[in-house]
Structure formats: structure tokens, C-alpha cells
């Protein structure tokens, strides 16, 4: 039972891994398709061949190999994206796939044409899951069947294309082109930048202006706690100044031998007795000089 079991994982983790694959690759939608490209965009091999657009809609990595794309139905394997290509989509990114029947050329090119179809599907891995398809009808060169909005947007015919980049930027370029419209000279856009630099102002006043008030008041609270710590410091160094009952005995009665007059008298007389020697001999020059002796000089010019 066991060693049945153990045949059994691989291939239920295969099962696994495609059934993961397939939930991640349901977030790929066709997003542009060109059917007839006259002066669209070229292939690296500088042709002009039908293409289409697919979109990462997730905000994750989805591999994309082993799915396929097909004109027909009945035949979803008509092409299967190579699995040695390791096929990553990024987070909310974009590919494009050329259909000029030359599957030789890169994996980005299929081995069938769109000349005559006007439709187009995308299956998951399993070639069963419909991921995405789309009906069109370009009966002019260089039009796009594109979604309104990325992934999820409704389908449009359009005369531009944006192979590789986002379907909207014609609804934004509607709109820059509006406000050059209403505001040729640039009057609107100058007051809008200059009310924004003067509110950006102001508001830097206040702020600067609260915190100032803020940084005052915390300097004027801690200098009121510094004085009373220091009046209260000096309150209990004059508190443990009291003097003891021996101090004070003796204090009073100095002041008690003082007022009744106790204590004893001195002469105020003062006795001067004139010195008879102006000199001591201890400090007289006399005994201080020696007598240097007598040393005869040489002529240094004698000869010996």
C-alpha cells in the first residue's frame, strides 16, 4: 500500500502544480488585437504581420507557458506557447504576439495567420479553460480592436494602437488637449501653481508658528520646575540649619557675660624701650667680609 502510494505523489503533484498553474493563468486577458498591419508596428525581422496583445491583470507573476492560441474553435491546440521559453509574465505587464504563420522565427510568432478569422482565443495549460476570446470585425488596415480599459475594459474599435503600453493614454491625451483648449495662454495653470505654492506657505507658517508656541511653553514649564526644585532645596538646607542647645547655651551667654559687664580688664598701657646698639652684630657687614689672599698674576707674554 505503501509503494502504491508513493507512485501515486508524482503524479498528483502534477496535478497540483497544473491546477495552480491554470488558476494563475486564468489572470491573462487578450487586451489589442490588429488583424490587418499595414503601417502598424514591425517584428524584430521588420515585417508587418498580424498581432495581438495579452495582459498580466494580477499583481503577481504568471507563467504562461503551455498555453495556447488558436482561430478555430474546434482546434484549441493550434498553438501551444513553448514551454522551454520559460514564459514569465510580470506583475501588470504587457506581450505581444505576432501571427504570420513563421513559428520558426521566436516564440512570439505562431504558426498560424489571421488574415481569415475575426476571432481569436486563449486557453489555460490544460487546453480545455477558456482563458479569454474575442470576436472582431477590422474591415480597414491598421484598425485595433481594443479593450476601453486594461483587462477588463469593453471592446472598441479604434484607429490608433498601443502595442506594449496602456489603452488608455487616448483618453488622457483628450483631456491635456481640453485644457489647452479652455486655457490657451496658460492663465488657469498659473494661478493653480501659484494658489498652491502660497497654501504650501501658509501652511508652513503655522506650523513653524505652533511649534515655536509648542517650544516656548515646554522652556517655560521647565524653568518653573527648576525654580521650585531650588526654592525647595533652600527650604530644607535652612530647615537642617537649626542650631543645637549647646550652640545656643553658649550664645547667650556670651551675650549675658557681655551686658553686665564680666568678663575681665586689660591695661590699655603701652610700654616702648628705646634699643642701645643701632646695630646687632649679628647683621654688621664687618663680620661678614673675608679677606681674599694675596695671588700673584701671571704674564701670559713670558717666556718660560
Known sequence: MKM??????????LMISGIANAQNQTDIRINEVMSINQNGPIDNFGHHAAWIEIFNTSYGTVNIANMFLTDDINDPRKYRIPSNARMYMGPRSYLIFYFDGNSEHSVFHTNFKLDSTDFIALYASNATTVVDSVSFNLSKADQTCTRSIDGKGDWVV????????????????????LFIQYDPIGIGMTMVAFSVVMCALALLYLFFKVLSKLFQTKVTINLKHKRTASVNIEEEESETQILSGEINAAIALAIHL????????EEAVLTIKKVTKTYSPWSSKLYMLRQMPNKPVQNPFKRK
Open 4 to 13: 502504491n502510494f508513493l507512485k501515486i505523489l508524482p503524479l498528483l503533484l
Open 158 to 177: 479604434s484607429n490608433s494602437f498601443t502595442p506594449g503600453q496602456t489603452n488608455e493614454t487616448e483618453a488622457k491625451v483628450k483631456t491635456a488637449e
Open 258 to 265: 557681655y551686658r553686665n559687664q564680666l568678663h575681665d580688664h
